[in-house]
């Protein structure tokens, strides 16, 4: 599996790619924050049950707690709800904008004994 990292550019373009796998040291980086400082709010996050780590991949064991070394879109989000930057002001501008925006097509769902009155 190939890993793949968010970006913001200086224009304030946000990339997301579909897979996303991040380290800390990544998750810091994307919004401007100190690797210790990234570190502690994932463990919060993670402790809290909001979000948790891809333990499919890597992991690195602390005594008798594992730890995953990566995480995906889920706990980059929740990353930035607790940080204050602007680098993290302009993902979460990002996720509203997407969130609140219809991308979906509609669907018509049919019951199976609907389509036997029609035959």
Same mark, same amino acid.
Do not use: H
């Given at each position: 599996m190939k890993r793949e990292i968010i970006s913001i550019n200086d224009n304030g373009s946000v990339t997301v790619p &579909?897979?996303?796998?991040?380290?800390?040291?990544?998750?810091? &980086?994307? +919004?401007g924050v100190y690797y210790q400082s990234a570190k502690r709010i994932i463990r919060a996050i993670e402790k809290s049950g909001v979000a948790d780590g891809d333990y499919s991949m890597t992991c690195t064991v602390d005594g008798l707690t594992v730890y995953p070394d990566y995480y995906g879109l889920d706990m980059v989000v929740a990353v930035s709800f607790r940080v204050q930057t602007a680098?993290?002001?302009? +993902?979460r501008k990002w996720i509203v904008k997407n969130a609140t925006t219809n991308t979906t097509s509609p669907v018509i769902v049919l019951k199976? &004994?609907?389509?036997?009155i029609l035959n």
């Amino acid at each position: 599996m190939k890993r793949e990292i968010i970006s913001i550019n200086d224009n304030g373009s946000v990339t997301v790619p &579909s897979e996303v796998r991040m380290t800390i040291n990544e998750i810091a &980086s994307l +919004f401007g924050v100190y690797y210790q400082s990234a570190k502690r709010i994932i463990r919060a996050i993670e402790k809290s049950g909001v979000a948790d780590g891809d333990y499919s991949m890597t992991c690195t064991v602390d005594g008798l707690t594992v730890y995953p070394d990566y995480y995906g879109l889920d706990m980059v989000v929740a990353v930035s709800f607790r940080v204050q930057t602007a680098q993290a002001k302009i +993902f979460r501008k990002w996720i509203v904008k997407n969130a609140t925006t219809n991308t979906t097509s509609p669907v018509i769902v049919l019951k199976v &004994s609907d389509l036997q009155i029609l035959n």
